[in-house]
């Protein structure tokens, strides 16, 4: 342990400006922390490299602070956070009302607020710290954020031989629960009257019921289809096993940019963009295949107009057709199940979806390759 110890301290003096007694302090928590793991391992004892292990752990939590400690406090902060909310995500959804990005958004900042509280509980407890310990400097701040990380992706046994990362099953939990009983007069919180001074709601509560007041007012029919589709794109993308994908399209969504995204989910710029493609193979498989309807009708592209295309890029379009095509399409458009389709082809339902599958794929390329500058936000 003392070489652990000697080994952070050097490295966290060289690493930061901050003084020798805080790099003290920090040294001799992460040091114990490592030498309490390679103690309750059994698989670490049973190794036989229990030192090899110790300089392991020790130089992943090292990593993990001076990173946190580079990006300052705020930028910190964000990072932690999009690595969390990139986590949780799909499993914190609106219970009592459909499910809305934003709303998922607003939830989600709520559980993390709580996981925060119970986080810094946990460093106070695992550390000996005393019961009103807040971070005080950038790199206690810096050890905090790097411990909040490991912690939320702690494994925790489950029945039948399988594990789940901490927040994951704290997210499930939050997601279950429904929102406790109000007698708040909500005449006068969605008219942002302040409360009686002897009211148990602070202005922060009463504020944030006001939000969730004008988030839950009805949704332009657009708006609700956007959010339907998000929906059942992450629904489709963890039916497929394809968890990485849609950690990837959640921060997408939040507009965090390429490089952030491969900070976030700890990547290369070549392995970010091999993601990227894998991703975008999965989109056109839904948007083609397994909910076209749904995708179509949001994009404006359903039968009804022509598949979104223009009377030209239409004539272009069935001029490609074979006779079996055309065939297809009128069917289609006559609103036949798959298997009256198929009956009608004289082929099988699976030959039907994937001979839907080449013309709809068809009517994209057409309808893309003149889509550009504003027009091209929704067909992306």
Not at 201 to 221: C, G, H, M, Y
């Amino acid at each position: 342990m003392e070489a652990i110890y000697q080994l952070l301290f050097n490295e966290l003096q060289k690493g930061t400006r901050a003084p020798a007694q805080n790099c003290h302090e920090i040294a001799e928590r992460l040091a114990a922390e490592v030498n309490r793991i390679c103690k309750e391992s059994k698989r670490i004892q049973a190794s036989g490299e229990v030192e090899s292990w110790a300089k392991t752990l020790a130089r992943h939590r090292l990593t993990q602070c001076l990173h946190y400690y580079q990006l300052g406090s705020h930028r910190g902060r964000l990072e932690l956070h999009s690595t969390l909310s990139a986590i949780v995500y799909r499993y914190i959804s609106p219970s009592a009302s459909p499910s809305s990005y934003q709303a998922r958004l607003m939830l989600i900042e709520d559980f993390l607020q709580g996981f925060y509280t119970e986080s810094l509980n946990a460093f106070r407890r695992e550390n000996e710290l005393a019961p009103r310990y807040r971070p005080q400097t950038l790199l206690e701040l810096a050890e905090f954020m790097a411990f909040t990380e490991r912690y939320g992706k702690r494994r925790i046994p489950l029945p039948g031989g399988r594990s789940q990362q901490l927040i994951i099953l704290r997210a499930q939990t939050f997601s279950q629960q429904q929102p406790p009983e109000t007698s708040v007069d909500m005449e006068q919180v969605a008219e942002g009257v302040s409360l009686e001074s002897d009211s148990t709601w602070n202005d922060a509560t009463v504020k944030q019921v006001r939000e969730v007041l004008v988030a839950s007012e009805p949704e332009s029919a657009e708006a609700s289809l956007r959010e339907t589709v998000i929906k059942e794109l992450m629904a489709y993308l963890e039916e497929h096993q394809q968890n990485d994908c849609a950690d990837y399209f959640a921060l997408r969504l939040q507009d965090i940019p390429a490089s952030e995204i491969e900070e976030i989910l700890h990547l290369t710029s070549r392995e970010r963009d091999y993601l990227q493609q894998r991703f975008k193979y999965h989109l056109v498989r839904f948007a083609l295949s397994h909910r076209w309807e749904l995708v179509h009708q949001w994009l404006d592209a359903d039968l009804e107009r022509n598949l979104g295309l223009t009377p030209q890029q239409w004539q272009a379009f069935q001029a490609q057709l074979g006779s079996e095509q055309v065939k297809l399409l009128q069917l289609k458009q006559q609103g036949l199940i798959l298997s009256a389709i198929a009956q009608a082809l004289s082929c099988t339902v699976t030959q039907v979806e994937k001979r839907w599958f080449k013309l709809l794929e068809l009517a994209w390329d057409i309808r893309n390759s003149s889509v550009s500058g504003s027009g091209a936000s929704k067909h992306e």
